[in-house]
């Protein structure tokens, strides 16, 4: 089942909980595709944080813990 079509400048996306499409004109659009996350030795290295699917957590001022 396709979710989104492009039609020229117009993208329709499915939305399923909608139960209906969604048009949004667009200039440009650009696919990615998922990726798994392997932030174990970087994770140590940087000494950052990972969330529970296992991608590391974005440093944020508060929760800094800066040593010299």
Known sequence: MNYVSLNHDVAVIKDVEL????SVHVDTVVFNTPMRPNSDEVSKIL?????????LMELTRSSAQWTR
């Open 19 to 22: 139960g209906g499409d969604v």
């Open 47 to 55: 000494r950052l944080s990972k969330d529970q699917e296992g991608f």
